[in-house]
């Protein structure tokens, strides 16, 4: 259909079916509350879906599946677009096997008797607008010869842009014609909305996140990575190692191989930890179907991690304001981690401590509270985000995020194992990751990331003291303060002296110690 007309048409639908939904729905505030109510009734009438759905074939399951699932769960606005996207996966039929052979020759630019000793064309799993082959390499790469390859299918990603492109075309114009539309920011939210649904057909960038956490778990014998194929992946296609696996919730097969659940499960809570709140860099839609568990001799019982299309990160300051935030609360320090959520600006300059400290005290004692095998390490970390949401504090997405990962991956390790204790495994990681940012690992991580500025300072410090020299001798006008300035030097001059030859021997004294610990 040409993108003009499709234009004209969805402006026509918009005006008969949306115009007086958006005049009745919309509010002057509370955008969430609006989008729930708007999408509520477009959902409940079934003449308006099948419309939007004719209208806009791609999107229109989708926009259906997250309109219910955000209103059914408000709170998970932020993950519902992708809960949406996998709940659709087995509605989205695969190409056929021909069809499938000509998209992987596109993609690779060659045949692919040239690649490939063997392709099996029908995927092994479909997803939308994606599906996932099985593939043997003519010459082995990085010491494989066995790989999996994840196809966009390109056409169907064509669509999806064209539509995406439609509402934003929409968003503008609603823009232009309505104040409430231009309060509600519509144009940035079909951005936004846009964003999401890309991000997750950009194979070269989920190359590079498979790529960064082989990297962080590199020689880690509870996880296995997949090594990415740089040399066949290109906009439509990743090709990487392929692992013999199972999900993690299929017991049976677990058991099966002789998979130890208990150390398993402890594994599931020790990676997901680490990778959020040591690396800083997770996945965002962490659930059991993105862990499954390699059946490979080699790596029998470790964790391999799928899908990393949506990954999120932490910034230093996040990620130690959890760590340390956590490690405060495990410890009952209710006042510390008052003290840590004002300085990370989480609650206004006018919040009283000590009421902080009781909100976070009445909420968390429960937990400590309970019999050592209900306690949830996730859902005590809930009320270390939200504890400030009283006093009209909030804390970064990011960090709800990665709680919600943490807190999904406790589930799975419980699911898996009953008696493991998540608790006491979550308190002993977090308090390692503390420990390491406190000792000399933590101060050389420091000095570190400090050294790019001194680089450029250190050359200057000749300029800037004889600057300070001109600036004082212009400001002594008699000979007492020019004898004054010149006894000042001096002393600073033995002062740093003497401090020089401190360090050089502390430096000394400690080399020498860790040379004796370590014989």
Request: net charge neutral; charged share 25%.
């Amino acid at each position: 259909m040409p993108p003009l007309f499709r234009r004209l048409l969805l402006l026509f639908h918009a005006l008969r079916y949306g115009a007086r939904l958006i005049w009745l729905a919309a509010p002057p505030e509370h955008k969430l509350h609006w989008m729930i109510e708007l999408v509520g009734r477009v959902h409940a009438s079934g003449r308006s879906r099948e419309s939007l759905h004719s209208l806009l074939p791609a999107l229109g399951p989708l926009a259906s599946r997250f309109a219910q699932t955000l209103a059914e769960r408000p709170e998970l606005a932020s993950a519902t677009m992708h809960d949406a996207i996998d709940a659709i996966d087995h509605m989205e039929v695969p190409l056929p096997p021909r069809e499938s052979e000509e998209a992987l020759a596109r993609a690779f630019g060659q045949p692919l008797a040239t690649l490939f000793s063997a392709v099996d064309l029908v995927p092994v799993r479909g997803g939308f607008a994606e599906q996932t082959h099985l593939a043997r390499l003519l010459t082995p790469v990085k010491g494989h010869r066995e790989v999996a390859i994840k196809l966009v299918r390109a056409e169907q990603l064509q669509q999806i842009g064209d539509e995406l492109a439609l509402l934003r075309w929409v968003a503008r114009w609603l823009e232009k014609l309505s104040g409430s539309a231009r309060r509600l920011q519509l144009r940035a939210l079909a951005q936004s909305f846009t964003d999401d649904i890309l991000r997750r057909f950009d194979l070269r960038a989920e190359a590079a996140n498979l790529s960064q956490t082989g990297h962080h778990f590199d020689g880690d014998a509870r996880i296995v990575v997949p090594d990415v194929i740089w040399e066949l992946c290109t906009a439509h296609t990743l090709t990487m190692q392929r692992i013999s696996t199972l999900p993690a919730n299929d017991l049976p097969g677990l058991h099966a191989h002789h998979v130890k659940l208990a150390p398993l499960a402890a594994h599931i809570v020790e990676v997901v930890s680490e990778q959020a709140f040591e690396h800083g860099f997770f996945h965002a839609t962490l659930d059991a179907r993105r862990v499954r568990v390699s059946i490979e001799p080699d790596t029998l019982g470790r964790l391999v991690l799928a899908e990393f299309s949506i990954m999120s990160t932490l910034s230093t300051g996040e990620r130690e304001f959890f760590v340390h935030g956590a490690s405060a609360l495990f410890e009952q320090d209710y006042g510390r981690l008052a003290d840590l959520h004002r300085d990370a600006g989480h609650v206004p300059d006018d919040t009283r401590t000590e009421m902080l400290e009781a909100e976070l005290r009445t909420r968390a004692e429960a937990h400590f509270a309970a019999e050592p095998q209900d306690r949830s390490a996730g859902s005590l970390f809930h009320h270390l985000l939200h504890a400030v949401q009283p006093f009209a504090g909030a804390v970064p997405a990011r960090l709800a995020t990665a709680q919600r990962s943490f807190e999904q991956a406790e589930m799975l390790a419980r699911a898996l194992h009953p008696g493991v204790d998540t608790w006491n495994i979550t308190r002993r990681v977090l308090a390692d990751i503390a420990r390491r940012d406190v000792d000399h690992r933590g101060w050389i991580k420091r000095i570190s990331r400090e050294l790019p500025h001194l680089a450029h300072m250190l050359p200057r410090m000749p300029q800037l003291a004889v600057r300070y020299l001109q600036h004082e001798h212009a400001r002594a006008r008699t000979p007492q303060q020019n004898a004054q300035l010149i006894a000042d030097i001096g002393r600073e001059y033995r002062r740093t002296r003497a401090l020089l030859w401190a360090c050089v021997l502390c430096g000394g004294v400690l080399g020498a110690g860790t040379m004796l610990l370590m014989w």
